[in-house]
């Protein structure tokens, strides 16, 4: 069972209680209970009709990964923010520096790709050159790196700012920023041993 992880929090800064409630209540539980119902269907759909055009297992295995990448990107969206937010530790702080210059610099270029993705950004500490990278999806399933742990997530889909927002992203973008929280990042750091996976 793919059970939803409550909101750590009841309010968001800027955000409106009905944005927050539709986006984590509505949308992401929604991927939670697609993602069982899809995994459900699949234990009684026939695997011998498989093929890249059109079989209903090849719909399911797409849709399988939409909605459970859907399930963990907004888990960690939602604890990427935060009305009380930590700064990155120390040994994020060292390799955010190496990596990115400065927190500033990240932040810049994290703007930037959140202006530039139609789904996503993600900061991502990437296991297989140990280094921080912001990438960009477009979709759930599209534009992600394998073999990377998301530490900070953005939501760009329009479902996320549209009710406050309208079409202003920037505004959107800029109203978060310093709700950003990084003991959720910080957290990983030490869950995964990531300093053992450093370049
Ligand atoms: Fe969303």
Redesign the pocket.
Known sequence: MTDPKPLKYSELPGISEQQLKD?HDK??VGYCQKTDAIRSKLTETSLDDANPTFAAFRELKLEEGFAAN?VR??ES?FDSLSPDPKLPNEQLTKWIDEDFGSLDNWSKEFASVAMAARGWAVLAFDLHDGKLHNYLADMHNQGGVWGTIPLIVM?V?E??YFLDFVTARKQYLETLHPLIDWSNANELVAKYSLEKHRG
Do not use: C, I, T
Request: charged share 10%; proline share 0%; aromatic share 28%.
């Open positions: 986006h949308l992401y859907g990107l907004h969206y939501d889909y479902h996320a």
